[in-house]
């Protein structure tokens, strides 16, 4: 790669180089592993698997207006329309072979792991059972307290032990021990630059058009493991990091309201929400998206591993789930927060009505919500989301002219 080039520019070049590395792989007879987008990476890297995404392959999917018709697809198919999008997305993907987006050879086995969501199994098995390979499982238990227990901790590393023999079978490869402490360094480096740079979003003005944050997102998702993605967030946070010096602002006109997006992002109508939202002046500053793949643990440390792989943002009980957002709304100085009642993310959907009211308590600030959907367009309204935004704007002016000395603010 330039060394020239632009972290942009790096960002679309590791993405498509991926696909064709993991193509020209599958010619070759090298082995496929399709997986869920927090599974250890750290495993398939040491052994010299290429990894695929379905999750992140949908999102791709459908932020390019293909997601409609490969959906109907799986819905012909008996997939009910109430399950996730992403899975009747990848469901028709398997069957049909061909997408809007980049191609994904067909894996030669499977790698599931809940720790952020439970449908991922299911998903995950029907895929196993139509396209007749093997399935690997790492269940994750949930968190009712602060961090996973020792005895949650145990039961994660026999897993991590078992798939490592499984991964050796399928691959007729020996894991080296040493090639896997070298991974986990780029994988734990990948986690601190993509961290560093989104927490630049914090600088007021922003540097970063919000927006961007869900681009940039599908490297971490993808990459972690490879020196590709380390450096494309070491030269992004190069990039903002002098944005900031120049005082330069994401928004032409200049930020006027710094909003948290919580959910995941309407990926078909991604250009009119952000294009919604930059009519009224609102910056999308604050996400849980970063911390959600800057995994931290210690380097040859199976146990630490298994607590990093155990206390993502989404296997966090509701306090911690709601100590985390009170934090992201006044590290990124956010004064509403918009919540994206996903009806393919139900769980979620469901805390977000608990969520919601405590993040606004504990900050004082305003929200909305809105209904819509991560890949189904068909679950997304533009006039309500027009008018929800519109009121949380409103919502955010009260409150600035109701502070002592701060009338009319803008």
């Known amino acids: 790669m330039d060394k020239s080039a632009t972290s942009r520019e790096m960002l679309d070049y590791y993405l498509k180089k991926s696909y064709a590395d993991a193509a020209a792989a599958k010619k070759s007879g090298k082995k496929i592993c399709w997986a869920t987008s927090i599974s250890p990476c750290e495993f398939c890297e040491t052994l010299g698997i290429h990894m695929l995404y379905p999750e992140n392959h ?3 999917i459908a932020a390019r207006h293909g997601a409609e018709d490969m959906i109907q697809v799986a819905e012909r198919k008996g997939y009910c329309l109430d399950i996730c999008s992403y899975a009747r997305l990848n469901l028709a993907y398997a069957d049909i072979g061909r997408s809007v987006a980049e191609e994904m050879p067909l894996p030669d086995f499977l790698l599931v792991c809940n720790n952020i969501c439970e449908v991922v199994i299911k998903w995950f098995e029907n ?4 396209l007749k390979i093997p399935l690997i499982t790492l269940d994750m238990p949930y968190n009712y307290g602060p961090e996973p227990t020792e005895r949650g901790v145990d039961y994660i590393v026999a897993q991590f032990e078992d798939c490592v023999r499984q991964m050796e079978i399928i691959t007729g490869n ?9 991974v986990m360094d780029i994988a734990l480096e990948s986690s601190f630059w993509w961290l560093k740079a989104m927490s630049l979003a914090s600088a007021n003005p922003s540097p970063l058009n919000g927006f961007d ?3 940039y997102m599908a490297l971490i998702v993808c990459l972690r493991g490879k020196n590709g993605c380390r450096d494309t967030f070491r030269k992004l946070t190069e990039e903002l990091e002098e944005k900031i010096r120049l005082g330069y602002t994401a928004f032409p006109g200049g930020e006027k309201y710094r909003i948290m997006w919580e959910g995941i992002a309407c990926w078909p109508y991604l250009n009119f929400t952000f294009r919604t939202m930059r009519n009224s002046g609102m910056n999308l500053t604050g996400s849980t998206y970063p911390v959600a793949w800057a995994l931290e643990y210690d380097r040859g440390d199976l146990r630490s591993l298994a607590r990093a792989y155990a206390s993502t943002a989404n296997n966090s009980s509701l306090p911690g789930q709601i100590d985390l957002r009170v934090r992201v709304m006044r590290e ?20 977000h009505h608990e969520m919601q009211g405590a993040v606004s308590a504990a900050t004082n600030t305003p929200f909305i919500s809105f ?9 997304f309204s533009g006039a309500q989301f027009e008018t929800r935004i519109q009121g949380l704007r409103e919502m955010i002016d009260q409150r600035r ?3 002592p000395g701060r009338e009319g603010e803008l």
Do not use: I, V
Request: hydrophobic letters at 30%; glycine letters at 6%.
């Open 58 to 60: 949908a999102a791709a």
């Open 127 to 130: 895929l196993s059972y139509e």
């Open 174 to 182: 020996t894991f080296d021990w040493q090639r896997f402490n070298e």
């Open 213 to 215: 944050m869900f681009n």
């Open 332 to 351: 990124y100085g956010c004064e509403g927060a918009t919540y994206h009642m996903n009806r393919s993310c139900k769980t979620m959907a469901f805390l």
């Open 371 to 379: 209904d819509g959907d991560q890949s189904d367009p068909r679950n």
């Open 401 to 403: 002219q109701a502070r």
